[in-house]
């Protein structure tokens, strides 16, 4: 991850968490950043326990405290591959005080399980979509035990400035993992869109390749030549861009999705709503999300 100080790595104890401890600890070590673990104790757990205990609120917000000190501990294991690092144990709720610790840290990436305790399979929990969509960051969800180096990546294309930051984020990534890149544009055909059956020049076959060379020679452009990025420009199919990420990524067996936070097209919905809503259900691997640069709307 480029020009990265600060990163902020979310954990609850689960392999999932584990595998994006690792990660962040790994892109700590690429940028020379600080590394800071949070665990969060939901605050209504310690009232309800204090309830059921008969004891203080007082009293039991500090036993939960010792007790998730000795487990963070425990979890932690050996420390040699975390390099250094700092701990933070809070209690509240967990979105508000991960939002509240990126901005006190100005921290540049936010790392998450994406599954975490939820135990999910495939998609991303309900916290991690949250902090996708509300961290004033590069956040970055990391699906189940990937703990290894990001081999096969792809970076959602759509010509905009954010897109720009995607393909300069993949590029670094490539760099440091030797990854192979894929950077896509995800398009949905106008012949898709007509409602007859009338001959129209847009249904022709002359007409489509026409317009997916356009498309191709406008993503070559995009993207340039990347010394020493192994990669390719592939166009996608698809009436929907979340679908057609998750679909592409699944194909390709990808480890990594790279996608910006607006779009000129409608990747500017990708984190609002239903197409929010259908790649991180379907998401087959790890998601980054990078924001636009400071000033610019899409």
Not at 16 to 39: D, E, F, I, P, Y
Not at 245 to 260: C, F, M, P, Q, R
Request: with cysteine; glycine share 8%; net charge positive.
């Amino acid at each position: 991850m480029n020009r990265l100080k600060s990163i902020l790595v979310g954990v609850d104890f689960s392999e999932c968490s584990k595998a994006a401890l690792q990660q962040a600890a790994r892109m700590a070590k690429w940028n020379g950043a600080t590394l800071h673990v949070l665990h969060v104790i939901e605050s209504m757990v310690v009232t309800e326990l204090a309830a059921a205990l008969k004891v203080p609120i007082e009293q039991q917000r500090q036993t939960a405290l010792t007790g998730a000190r000795h487990e963070l501990t425990r979890w932690l294991g050996n420390t040699d591959s975390l390099g250094k690092f700092k701990t933070d144990i809070l209690i509240g709720i967990p979105l508000d005080e991960i939002l509240k610790r990126t901005r006190e840290l100005a921290a540049d990436l936010v790392v998450l399980g994406a599954q975490g305790a939820s135990g999910s399979k495939r998609g991303a929990g309900m916290l991690a979509t949250k902090v996708l969509r509300k961290a004033p960051a590069k956040v970055l969800l990391v699906a189940g035990t990937q703990m290894q180096p990001f081999k096969t990546v792809v970076a959602g294309v759509d010509f905009s400035a954010t897109a720009r930051e995607v393909v300069e984020q993949a590029a670094h990534v490539a760099a440091q993992d030797k990854s192979r890149v894929h950077f896509l544009h995800v398009y949905y055909g106008p012949w898709h869109r007509l409602h007859y059956r009338m001959e129209t020049p847009e249904a022709s076959p002359d007409f489509q390749k026409q317009y997916t060379d356009m498309l191709r020679r406008q993503l070559n452009e995009f993207v340039g030549h990347r010394a020493g990025v192994e990669g390719a420009c592939i166009l996608h199919d698809a009436s929907s861009y979340g679908h057609g990420l998750a679909e592409y990524a699944g194909k390709v067996a990808a480890d990594l999705i790279i996608l910006g936070n607006k779009g000129r097209t409608n990747l500017r919905y990708v984190l609002l709503g239903s197409t929010a809503e259908r790649l991180l259900t379907e998401l087959p691997c790890s998601v980054l999300c990078v924001r636009a640069p400071e000033g610019v709307s899409a």
